[in-house]
């Protein structure tokens, strides 16, 4: 099946037919990346077990799209992280296999190139991590690995493909490192926000250019979380998302037990923020207004919320600022998929 994709979304693909060094066909290992304004070097983040070859990518995209990773055939990588809701779903709490929930919003598949850990708890630590556990969660994929690999050997088209590219027949590691190979090429950056600081000054409204000012400033805090060029300390905080209801989500502390972690989620990354409503590790805010008023308010109460996390008295000016920097965000280039 054919998927195709209108240019609509501003993500970068990385997609570098140039400087890769010579190995036989399948095998060329790409060593020159096009960063995209505003990242940083995206090569220091591929993995050493793990190197990026065109081949490998395109045999990643065409599992990324494959039904045949579920139990059941309904569902691929994408129904939940769709490329046109900016690798997110638009849903509360991701629906996996037979419609079942799972407990947490789906995050964006952008820029996790830069991931330390993965996941809202952090209990990933690769992609690769991700991937084996999400082929098997009862609420995504509900399936087997050694299943998908016995399916997959029906297709002719893969053996020839995962023969290229790995020299080998099909295996279940090398179905996980070809998917986790294509989503790191999932980049989105050089938006208006990078456009601003590398100099062109046309690219942000005055409004925007306020925003930045008060989500730089020391008296809303935001980049204290939200920092560094994704916009992300890759730090568990607590921000004041619901923890005081009945059977809350404690988030860090079910992987680290000690009681300070209660509530605390990875900072998300910001970039193409206005793509993935809702936002937060249970969708709890929809849309940015919202998310401008919950900070405002100081998030909501909760013995564990981070102490930088306070109520901000903007006024409507102001959140309207805030709002239009979080906008420029994102990305504005050239979507790339590559062709199949
Ligand atoms: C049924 C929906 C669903 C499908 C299908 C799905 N995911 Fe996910 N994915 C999620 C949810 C929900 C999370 C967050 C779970 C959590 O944090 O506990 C997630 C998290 C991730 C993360 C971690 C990102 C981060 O910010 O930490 C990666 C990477 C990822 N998925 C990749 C994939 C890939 C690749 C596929 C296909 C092999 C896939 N997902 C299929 C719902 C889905
Ligand atoms: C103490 C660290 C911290 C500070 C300060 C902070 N954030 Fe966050 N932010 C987080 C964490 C952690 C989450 C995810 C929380 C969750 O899922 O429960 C988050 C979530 C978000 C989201 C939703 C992202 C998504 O993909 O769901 C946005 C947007 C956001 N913050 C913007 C801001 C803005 C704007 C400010 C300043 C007014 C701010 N943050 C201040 C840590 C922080």
């Known amino acids: 099946m054919k998927f195709k994709i209108q240019i609509i979304t501003c993500v970068i693909i990385i997609f570098f037919q140039i400087g890769c060094s010579n190995k ?59 490329p046109l809701l900016g690798f997110s779903d638009g849903r509360y709490f991701a629906s996996g296999v037979f419609g079942l929930k799972s407990k947490r919003n789906t995050t964006t598949l952008l820029n996790r190139i830069f991931a330390q850990e993965n996941f809202w708890d952090g209990r990933a630590k690769s992609i690769e991590d991700v991937i084996y556990e999400h082929i098997e969660d ?30 080998s027949d099909i295996t ?68 004041g998302t619901k923890l005081n209801i009945e059977n809350p989500d404690l988030g860090r502390y079910l992987i680290s037990k000690n009681d300070e972690d209660k509530g605390k989620f990875r900072t998300p990354t910001l970039r193409d923020i206005g793509r993935t409503t809702p936002y937060m590790h249970d969708g709890s805010i929809k849309g940015l207004h919202a998310l401008v008023e ?43 998929f590559g062709n199949r």
């Open 172 to 239: 279940g590691d090398d179905i996980v490192k070809a998917i986790a190979s294509f989503t790191r090429t999932l980049v989105t950056g050089d938006s208006p926000y990078d456009k601003y600081i590398a100099g062109d000054k046309n690219t942000l409204s005055q409004s925007a250019q306020n925003g930045l000012k008060l989500f730089m400033s020391d008296r809303l805090k935001c980049s204290v979380c939200h920092s560094g060029p994704n916009f992300s300390d890759e730090k568990y905080h607590n921000n």
């Open 24 to 82: 036989k066909d399948g095998h060329k290992i790409i060593t020159n990346f096009k960063t995209p304004l505003g990242l940083e070097n995206l090569k220091q983040y591929i993995p050493n077990d793990n190197q990026l070859t065109n081949e490998k990518i395109s045999l990643g995209r065409n599992l990324y799209f494959d039904k045949r990773l579920s139990i059941d055939g309904t569902i691929s990588c994408s129904f939940c992280h769709n």
């Open 138 to 167: 009862q609420n995504i994929f509900a399936n087997k690995l050694d299943n998908v690999v016995k399916i997959l050997k029906e297709d002719k088209n893969y053996i020839r493909k995962f023969n290229k590219v790995f020299d």
């Open 294 to 336: 919950f900070y405002n308010k100081g998030g909501e109460p909760n013995i564990y919320k981070s102490s930088l996390i306070k109520p901000l008295h903007l006024t409507e000016k102001e959140k309207l600022d805030l709002f239009n920097f979080l906008r420029s965000l994102t990305g504005t280039n050239v979507y790339f």
